[in-house]
């Protein structure tokens, strides 16, 4: 049996398709600041402003700083996956999905801020929860030293020991 060879892998292509991505989700910060303090403030017809606020606060910083540990799990899942089918540009399909699901976990802080802002305590206390999506959004750009490891430690799964691109 012979072992095909798989044609060179475009990381330049998988990084701007993942910066592309990221800012895409950079974007709604400064838009959701703008709506968190242009929408006026509606009460809740059922929960307090403090109890709107201390939910939405809670839940989106329980998603937000648990998106880390959900994409562990997710990246060792195609790590292995990828050092059996030895498939180099599935894996980073699959990269830029779990990328994806990181960003929208991250979004919920966002979201949490506007409603806050809208619904809870107001723009004051919101827009914090927004730039603190926005920072943990930055924080995940992709960068090709990130890529590159991810295909290192594939490679190093399945026992390559050859480091071309």
Do not use: C
């Given at each position: 049996?012979?072992?095909?060879?798989?044609?060179?892998?475009?990381?330049?292509?998988?990084?701007?398709?993942?910066?592309?991505?990221?800012?895409?989700?950079?974007?709604?910060?400064p838009l959701a600041v703008?709506?968190?303090?242009?929408?006026?403030?509606?009460?809740?017809?059922?929960?307090?402003?403090?109890?709107?606020?201390?939910?939405?606060?809670?839940?989106?910083?329980?998603?937000?700083?648990?998106?880390?540990?959900?994409?562990?799990?997710?990246?060792?899942?195609?790590?292995?996956?990828?050092?059996?089918?030895?498939?180099?540009?599935?894996?980073?399909?699959?990269?830029?999905?779990?990328?994806?699901?990181?960003?929208?976990?991250?979004?919920?802080?966002?979201?949490?801020?506007?409603?806050?802002?809208?619904?809870?305590?107001?723009?004051?206390v919101g827009v914090w929860?927004?730039?603190?999506?926005?920072?943990?959004?930055?924080?995940?750009?992709?960068?090709?030293?990130?890529?590159?490891?991810?295909?290192?430690?594939?490679?190093?799964?399945?026992?390559?020991?050859?480091?071309?691109?």
């Amino acid at each position: 049996m012979t072992r095909e060879t798989p044609p060179p892998l475009d990381l330049g292509k998988h990084l701007l398709r993942m910066r592309v991505t990221a800012g895409g989700f950079l974007a709604t910060v400064p838009l959701a600041v703008l709506v968190a303090w242009i929408i006026p403030h509606r009460a809740s017809a059922t929960l307090s402003p403090a109890t709107v606020t201390v939910v939405a606060v809670a839940v989106s910083l329980w998603i937000g700083f648990s998106a880390n540990r959900d994409a562990q799990k997710r990246l060792e899942q195609i790590r292995r996956a990828a050092a059996v089918h030895g498939d180099e540009a599935r894996l980073l399909r699959d990269h830029w999905l779990v990328f994806i699901v990181v960003l929208l976990r991250l979004e919920v802080l966002v979201v949490g801020g506007v409603v806050v802002a809208v619904w809870g305590k107001g723009p004051a206390v919101g827009v914090w929860l927004v730039l603190l999506g926005g920072l943990m959004i930055a924080l995940t750009w992709p960068t090709a030293r990130k890529t590159q490891l991810l295909l290192g430690r594939v490679r190093a799964l399945r026992g390559d020991d050859h480091d071309s691109l």
